[in-house]
């Protein structure tokens, strides 16, 4: 039982320490962080690009444990690995909500078809969808969880094209704020971008390990159920 | 409040709202698994009473 719970510990000083974060960087956005020449509308930034490399991040890590589940049948690794994609829609989901507003500010639209980078983090987002009613229309057993990995795996492909799509876009609409010569900000919007980085991937770690350790409360719950009954 | 001012404090509302759903969804199916054990325990109890009688006859 106290092995099972550890992820509680964990969870709980993660949504601590995020709590923290997210109030810290909120206020350097506000009152830290200067309004440059794209006016206040460039304080979304701080979240929407953070909570983008969040989502990333998150099917990255779905992606790495589908291959651990493939690779070595790690018990448990497919549960994380789905709970991580969870997590990668719920950010993607934001990602698109947060960057519509700020589209709609700068150029006048909610949604450009036209854009690369919006198109395929879109794609990556309905792929990822996509995922759970793949995952749910197969019967739970190794062979959902086989199958699960293996889609896992095929989306990760797609993060870096959707992280270099930026770079490629044609028309440059999309702005850049990392270049190879560094970051194109001044030193406090850096340190305020990074706080606010740091916060929503300890959220997002918090939330995995909570998601986590519900699932597998359930899991055990149904296992003893039929155990004892 | 300008539009401009309205449209950033619409995209922090909507991060916040919907971690805030997250969490109330997790929580919501916390307290089930917490009624599920409770539910199991009371089972099981049942069950253990049903069987000592029959044991000690």
Redesign the interface.
């Known amino acids: 039982m106290k092995k099972l719970l550890a992820p509680l510990d964990n969870a709980v000083g993660l949504a601590v320490l995020a709590t923290v974060l997210i109030a810290v960087g909120?206020a350097m956005t506000f009152f830290y962080a200067p309004v440059d020449v794209d006016?206040?509308?460039q304080?979304?930034f701080y979240?929407?690009v953070p909570?983008a490399l969040t989502a990333y991040a998150t099917f990255g890590w779905g992606a790495w444990k589908a291959l651990v589940h493939l690779w070595k049948k790690k018990p448990g690794a497919d549960l994380e690995s789905y709970v991580a994609i969870h997590q990668g829609t719920?950010f993607g989901?934001?990602t698109l909500?947060?960057g519509s507003?700020?589209a709609?500010?700068r150029w006048g639209h909610w949604w450009l078809w036209g854009e690369k980078e919006l198109v395929l983090f879109l794609i990556i987002f309905l792929f990822y969808c996509t995922y759970f009613m793949l995952r749910y229309s197969i019967e739970a057993g190794p062979r959902r969880a086989n199958i699960s990995a293996v889609y896992a795996l095929f989306g990760v492909i797609l993060i870096p094209i959707s992280f270099l799509a930026i770079r490629l876009a044609t028309n440059y609409i999309h702005p850049v704020a990392f270049t190879k010569q560094g970051p194109q900000m001044a030193g406090s919007q850096f340190a305020t971008f990074m706080v606010c980085l740091a916060a929503m991937w300890t959220?997002a770690g918090a939330?995995y390990r909570?998601?986590l350790l519900?699932k597998r409360?359930?899991l055990k719950?149904r296992e003893?159920?039929e155990l004892?009954? | 409040m300008t539009s401009t001012e309205k449209y950033v404090a619409a995209a922090y509302l909507v991060v916040f709202v919907m971690i805030l759903v997250y969490v109330v969804i997790i929580a919501a199916k916390l307290a089930r698994l917490d009624r599920e054990i409770g539910d199991l325990a009371d089972e099981v109890r049942a069950t253990r009473q049903d069987e000592e009688p029959g044991s000690a006859g």
């Open positions: 909120t006016g206040l509308n304080k979304i979240f929407h909570i719920i989901a934001l909500i947060t507003i700020w709609k500010l959220l939330l909570l998601e519900g409360l359930d719950i003893l159920r004892v009954l």
